[in-house]
């Protein structure tokens, strides 16, 4: 398993960077590294989703945290036969209202579970880019959040 983590402070309510999160439409906007998402069916927990990644690569997704407003996560599972099928990636948003200084700490978490050795050892090289993708998409999220 591979863990990564970033947070950062919102000038905006917990409510308004909720609105952005919880939408898939919207991931394109914020997260860095995704082209496209849509609904596939349902709402809240179980939602499925799809989302393609900037390289091309499309996931179906399934929401496996929710809790309205304060945290949504969602699972990515690798298509396939053999090894890879066993990839998965999960990413949570965690949202806390700032009582001190107002507005709202958002904590995004990336956890990753490779296809194997080899995999694992490339996603290990790759972490750096893994932690300056997530600062790009609190900056994304902060601007749009505050805007919104």
């Given at each position: 398993m591979?863990?990564?983590?970033?947070?950062?402070?919102?000038m905006?309510?917990?409510?308004?960077?909720?609105?952005?999160?919880?939408?898939?439409?919207?991931?394109?906007?914020w997260?860095?590294?995704?082209?496209?998402?849509?609904?596939?069916?349902?709402?809240?927990?179980?939602?499925?989703?799809?989302?393609?990644?900037?390289?091309g690569?499309?996931?179906?997704?399934?929401?496996?945290?929710?809790?309205?407003?304060?945290?949504?996560?969602?699972?990515?599972r690798?298509?396939?036969?053999g090894?890879?099928?066993?990839?998965?990636?999960?990413?949570?948003?965690?949202?806390?209202?700032?009582?001190?200084?107002?507005?709202?700490?958002?904590?995004?978490?990336?956890?990753?579970?490779?296809?194997?050795?080899?995999?694992?050892?490339?996603?290990?090289?790759?972490?750096?880019?893994?932690?300056?993708d997530?600062?790009?998409?609190?900056?994304?999220?902060?601007?749009?959040?505050?805007?919104?």
């Open positions: 591979i863990l990564v983590e970033r947070s950062a402070h919102v905006a309510p917990v409510e308004a960077v909720w609105d952005v999160v919880q939408r898939a439409e919207q991931l394109p906007a997260l860095a590294g995704v082209r496209a998402a849509e609904v596939l069916s349902g709402e809240g927990f179980g939602r499925r989703q799809r989302v393609q990644a900037g390289r690569a499309a996931h179906e997704a399934e929401v496996i945290a929710y809790q309205e407003p304060t945290l949504i996560g969602w699972r990515e690798a298509k396939g036969a090894a890879r099928a066993e990839a998965r990636t999960e990413i949570y948003v965690q949202l806390t209202a700032d009582e001190e200084e107002g507005g709202t700490i958002v904590r995004l978490i990336v956890v990753r579970w490779p296809a194997g050795p080899v995999k694992a050892a490339l996603l290990r090289l790759g972490l750096r880019r893994v932690g300056a997530l600062e790009d998409s609190l900056a994304r999220l902060t601007d749009l959040a505050a805007v919104g």
